[in-house]
């Protein structure tokens, strides 16, 4: 048997955050992780052709939080980066969210104001009080015709389900502009690390109070450990209950990478550019030589197909699966001193910066008692 104070079940964004606050509070923290490496999905490195490269697609930070900014600007430098995404409609290329360019160039209107843009969407849309799912969502603010060319197919080989198969926050959560700002945030902090956010993560997990046991299954270890204080939890929450027999198996969605390196400086003009119909199989292509303007003769793709099987990157949200999930929770919370943390293990789709907030968040909750005698939030 071995002592801990902190257990912690992964090592991406929740369970390095919640490793390097309760170290800093003085705590013995153990994380194990079941993949070769820390920093979970933000996981990058530098590819063949000596380009930093995100394993698990890319991961671009943004946020209004000014708590969340400052606290990862503790752990490395960050420089400025307003991604853009472009798609491939009707043999187009056309910017998203959805903006003037999008509407002037697939229909060949003149927009010129923010005024005549708003006409065009109530001229085009159909209106839904509520909408009850995400096709309804849609249609509520872009009308059919952009439905049909940049949303209902996309939506598809995302989810594998139509929009009206899904929540409507899921399509809700996409902007559509009335104005020519062709960001894909509009946040007030929006960066990307320097050297990556692997190094921002060994920094977060470099003290001695933190142990990382790397290629280490917490099912095959939990009986291991005992007399832990608190346990953190950020893996799927059906998995942690062994996928109980009267509790049904939550859906995820999994993504396929395919890589390819090229021997040419540059493929697409852009870091990432969507393909929303139903020509290709793929969703989008990422170049990551893009991202920092980074320099090399040769260059490498990245193909995102959305599977079903492998690892599960996103909970598929629709009335079934949270009710299944309801019931899940139901037994999280019967448990003393066990806590679920982060996208996977809330069953629910968290942004970066949420991520982290949800995490110090949980730990203030957790310690603000101690905190009056350590102010563990200045300290790293």
Same mark, same amino acid.
């Given at each position: 048997?071995?002592?801990?104070?902190?257990?912690?079940?992964?090592?991406?964004?929740?369970?390095?955050?919640?490793?390097?606050? $309760? =170290?800093?509070?003085?705590?013995?923290?153990?994380?194990?992780?079941?993949?070769?490496?820390? =920093?979970?999905?933000?996981?990058?490195?530098?590819?063949?052709?000596?380009?930093?490269?995100?394993?698990?697609?890319?991961?671009?930070?943004?946020?209004?939080?000014? @708590?969340?900014?400052?606290?990862?600007?503790?752990?490395?430098?960050?420089?400025?980066? &307003?991604?853009?995404?472009? =798609?491939?409609?009707?043999?187009?290329?056309?910017?998203?969210?959805?903006?003037?360019?999008?509407?002037?160039?697939?229909?060949?209107?003149?927009?010129?104001?923010?005024?005549?843009?708003?006409?065009?969407?109530?001229?085009?849309?159909? &209106? /839904?009080?509520?909408?009850?799912?995400?096709?309804?969502?849609?249609?509520?603010?872009?009308?059919?015709?952009?439905?049909?060319?940049?949303?209902?197919?996309?939506?598809?080989?995302?989810?594998?389900?139509?929009?009206?198969?899904?929540?409507?926050?899921?399509?809700?959560?996409?902007?559509?502009?009335?104005? $020519?700002?062709?960001?894909?945030?509009?946040?007030? /902090?929006?960066?990307?690390?320097?050297?990556?956010?692997?190094?921002? /993560?060994?920094?977060?997990?470099?003290?001695?109070?933190?142990?990382?046991?790397?290629?280490?299954?917490?099912?095959?270890?939990?009986?291991?450990?005992?007399?832990?204080?608190?346990? /953190?939890?950020?893996?799927?929450?059906?998995?942690?209950?062994?996928?109980?027999?009267?509790?049904?198996?939550?859906?995820?969605?999994?993504?396929?990478?395919?890589?390819?390196?090229?021997?040419?400086?540059?493929?697409?003009?852009?870091?990432?550019?969507?393909?929303?119909? @139903? @020509?290709?199989?793929?969703?989008?292509?990422?170049?990551?030589?893009?991202?920092?303007?980074?320099?090399?003769?040769?260059?490498?793709?990245?193909?995102? $197909?959305?599977?079903? &099987?492998?690892?599960?990157? $996103?909970?598929?949200?629709?009335?079934?699966?949270?009710?299944?999930?309801?019931?899940?929770? @139901?037994?999280?919370?019967?448990?003393?001193?066990?806590?679920?943390?982060?996208?996977?293990?809330?069953?629910?789709?968290?942004?970066?910066?949420?991520?982290?907030?949800?995490?110090?968040?949980?730990?203030?909750?957790?310690?603000?008692?101690?905190?009056?005698?350590?102010?563990?939030?200045?300290?790293?």
């Amino acid at each position: 048997m071995k002592n801990t104070d902190i257990l912690i079940v992964g090592a991406g964004i929740s369970g390095a955050t919640l490793a390097e606050r $309760y =170290a800093n509070l003085g705590k013995k923290v153990v994380v194990v992780e079941k993949r070769n490496h820390i =920093a979970g999905n933000c996981y990058d490195y530098y590819d063949e052709n000596g380009i930093l490269t995100s394993k698990y697609g890319a991961h671009l930070f943004h946020t209004n939080e000014k @708590e969340v900014w400052e606290y990862v600007n503790r752990f490395g430098e960050w420089y400025p980066w &307003e991604h853009r995404v472009v =798609a491939r409609v009707d043999d187009k290329t056309v910017p998203i969210p959805v903006n003037i360019t999008t509407v002037n160039t697939l229909f060949g209107t003149d927009i010129q104001t923010e005024e005549e843009m708003t006409g065009w969407l109530d001229a085009n849309k159909i &209106e /839904f009080e509520k909408p009850a799912n995400g096709e309804e969502a849609v249609l509520n603010r872009v009308g059919p015709v952009l439905y049909e060319k940049m949303f209902k197919h996309y939506t598809k080989k995302q989810w594998d389900k139509y929009p009206a198969e899904l929540h409507a926050s899921v399509l809700e959560r996409i902007p559509v502009r009335t104005n $020519y700002d062709d960001r894909y945030f509009s946040d007030e /902090f929006q960066a990307l690390p320097k050297g990556g956010y692997t190094k921002i /993560f060994e920094k977060m997990l470099n003290h001695p109070n933190i142990t990382v046991l790397l290629n280490t299954d917490y099912f095959d270890v939990k009986d291991q450990y005992t007399g832990y204080e608190k346990l /953190f939890y950020t893996g799927p929450v059906d998995r942690f209950f062994e996928f109980k027999t009267e509790l049904e198996k939550l859906e995820y969605r999994s993504i396929n990478f395919v890589t390819e390196h090229l021997d040419q400086e540059y493929y697409q003009e852009n870091s990432v550019v969507n393909y929303p119909g @139903e @020509e290709v199989d793929f969703t989008r292509i990422v170049e990551y030589k893009h991202f920092g303007n980074q320099k090399s003769d040769k260059t490498s793709i990245v193909k995102e $197909y959305t599977v079903d &099987e492998g690892e599960p990157y $996103y909970p598929v949200p629709n009335e079934k699966n949270q009710s299944i999930y309801e019931k899940y929770k @139901e037994e999280a919370d019967k448990l003393t001193n066990i806590y679920f943390v982060g996208r996977l293990a809330n069953y629910k789709y968290f942004n970066m910066d949420q991520a982290f907030k949800n995490a110090l968040d949980l730990f203030s909750s957790l310690e603000t008692p101690n905190l009056k005698h350590h102010d563990a939030r200045t300290t790293v």
